[in-house]
């Protein structure tokens, strides 16, 4: 019976502590975004508008209103016109009288009746959840009281169950004592996982940074040894990046690991569940660069072909690479797939509207295949983007038929 007791008052209080530090940190949030738009740090209040346009705080239109009126940045004056924008789902005007002639014309029917401060649908989920924690707090503080309330009762019956009973109070203060530490622990544990997150994130900003620079540099040359020294960096690249990954991980798993059997299994296990997803992106990262590397070094040693597989196995992977598009496009070329050369840089300009590169090969592709109306679009576009692209059109013999042409000199020469 003691040991029941003590159990029901351990958990008891670790879900009060729990239930209470989640409740004010949601009535603390709106408080201190309203205090962070009039900031005195332009940063600070640039995030605090983003955070209120992310969240869809349709009651803070007011208030974005009269701290546009005060507002001296031009930054932060875009900022705030952009989340009103998003906010009322108009566009956007450019001075502060506009809003104000907006809001006495609708904007106060639709949301004068709302503060800041009103309680939006997540603070109302909040409040239920609340109302249902101190529902199963106050049942079990009765059942726990009418435990004690029994103890004290069958104590009173000889010293012993006196004695007993001390013994218990002690104990209890122990684990509430514990219930502390063991929340304080669960705060650290918390920011040493936020920690290495943002470590995993910079290392493979990092590592991503160093392998362009490489893909850079191995473009630039073309000496017999390239092969060799491509995989040797590939592989480099791929086993720093694998050993810093697991060696990352490890300590992960074992900083968890230890903290997280004291106190919850369902912890431990979407901390692992995190991890493991984590691991997966990076090694999918890892691998579409080193594809990349590879198709990249195929296409320099004019292996177009295998460079076509290769592109093509890595855009499966990872769609969204423009780059590789565009490469794929220049392999297509050579073979003289100019309608599948097309398509790639296509793509590629979906992705990147303003990648100068991928429009001049699609004026290329236009020029072999005589589409003088297409040619020049694209053309002026790229060199639009990139103006050094005139002088690269008037000596490339892709536009050779195209030199003496009247168009092509206003694109060229102006």
Avoid at 208 to 231: V, W, Y
Avoid at 326 to 339: D, M, Q, S
Avoid at 391 to 406: I, P, Q, T, V
Wanted: aromatic share 8%; glycine share 2%.
């Amino acid at each position: 019976m003691r040991k029941i007791l003590l159990l029901i008052v351990f958990f008891f209080l670790l879900a009060a502590s729990h239930g209470f530090e989640t409740l004010i940190y949601a009535q603390a949030d709106k408080s201190l975004l309203m205090k962070e738009l009039t900031h005195k740090d332009e940063e600070t209040r640039c995030a605090a508008v983003v955070i209120i346009a992310d969240r869809n705080y349709k009651s803070a239109i007011k208030n974005l209103i009269m701290v546009l009126r005060d507002e001296k940045s031009p930054v932060v004056i875009e900022k705030i016109n952009k989340a009103l924008g998003l906010l009322t789902e108009n566009k956007l005007p450019v001075e502060y009288k506009d809003w104000v002639e907006w809001w006495d014309a609708e904007g106060r029917e639709w949301y004068g009746k709302m503060n800041f401060t009103d309680k939006d649908p997540a603070e109302e989920l909040l409040a239920q959840s609340r109302n249902w924690m101190i529902l199963i707090l106050v049942v079990t503080g009765s059942l726990a009281f009418i435990v004690i309330l029994l103890m004290i009762v069958f104590s009173a019956m000889g010293s012993n169950r006196l004695k007993a009973t001390k013994e218990i109070i002690k104990q209890a203060e122990k684990y509430i004592k514990d219930s502390e530490e063991i929340t304080k622990r669960n705060d650290r544990i918390l920011e040493e996982l936020e920690n290495k997150r943002v470590e995993i994130k910079e290392s493979i900003a990092e590592l991503r940074d160093e392998m362009q620079a490489d893909i850079e540099g191995f473009s630039d040359s073309q000496q017999k040894n390239i092969e060799h020294r491509m995989r040797e960096v590939t592989m480099t690249l791929r086993e720093k990046a694998e050993k810093e990954l697991e060696h990352t991980l490890s300590e992960i798993k074992e900083d968890v690991g230890r903290e997280i059997k004291k106190n919850a299994a369902d912890l431990r296990e979407k901390t692992a569940v995190s991890i493991n997803e984590q691991y997966a992106k990076m090694q999918k990262e890892i691998d579409a660069h080193s594809m990349y590397i590879e198709a990249s070094f195929l296409l320099i040693n004019e292996k177009f072909e295998d460079s076509v597989r290769l592109y093509q196995k890595l855009l499966a992977l990872k769609p969204d690479h423009y780059v590789a598009w565009n490469n794929l496009g220049n392999a297509f070329r050579k073979l003289k797939r100019y309608n599948d050369a097309l398509d790639a840089f296509r793509k590629s300009v979906e992705i990147a509207p303003e990648d100068a590169a991928a429009l001049y090969n699609i004026a290329v592709i236009n020029a072999f295949m005589k589409r003088k109306d297409q040619m020049l679009l694209n053309l002026k576009k790229a060199v639009h983007f990139n103006p050094e692209l005139k002088d690269e059109a008037l000596n490339d013999k892709a536009f050779a038929d195209f030199w003496k042409d009247a168009d092509f000199k206003d694109v060229t020469e102006a």
